[in-house]
């Protein structure tokens, strides 16, 4: 896409299941709803560092997705952004994320991740059933785990991940949120 493309509308690519690679451009500030949601032959995105904005399941069932690097401007993951990309092998967060919203990495299947210290909120069920996920290391800021309905009863983002072994929380962190892995 050329640079002068800032936003991607909602369902723009929504089941182009033959697409495998895109370049965004150096403009990209903005993925609308449903966007790239079943591409599944999607491999790789590199998202520009003018990107700041998600919308609801931006990625959702894209099962070729093997990686993705969030750029640093972006401070909240959305609903379901990358839910059911089960191919995902990595996932590096950047440094001023704020909050993960729910379902936003639901039936993943990476092995780790490391939540940025900057992470204050993370909502119930954001990775919902990643039963690959081993070894998690623990946000310095994290203080709260919001419903992510206020029809329910709160859950932990951590529903469902029956391998997580490993958690690393680091010297300074003086509470740990109700439900935060309950299970």
Do not use: H, M
């Not at 965004?24 to 995105?45: P, R, S, V, Y």
């Amino acid at each position: 896409l050329p640079d002068s493309v800032t936003k991607i509308e909602n369902t723009s690519f929504y089941n182009a299941t033959a697409l495998k690679n895109i370049d965004f451009g150096n403009g990209l500030e903005e993925i609308g709803t449903d966007a790239f949601n079943k591409c599944a032959a999607l491999t790789e995105i590199d998202l520009p560092d003018s990107f700041l904005t998600f919308g609801l399941d931006t990625f959702a069932n894209c099962t070729g997705l093997q990686g993705i690097t969030i750029p640093e401007n972006v401070t909240v993951i959305n609903t379901g952004v990358f839910k059911n990309c089960t191919g995902i092998k990595y996932v590096n967060l950047p440094d001023g994320l704020i909050r993960i919203n729910e379902y936003a990495f639901e039936n993943c299947l990476f092995e780790e991740i490391d939540i940025p210290d900057t992470v204050t909120t993370i909502v119930g069920r954001a990775y919902l059933n990643c039963t690959k996920l081993f070894k998690l290391g623990y946000p310095k800021s994290w203080v709260s785990v919001p419903r992510y309905s206020s029809s329910y009863a709160p859950e932990s983002p951590f529903v469902g991940c029956t391998n997580l072994a490993y958690v690393t929380v680091p010297e300074g962190v003086t509470q740990i949120p109700a439900n935060a892995f309950k299970n």
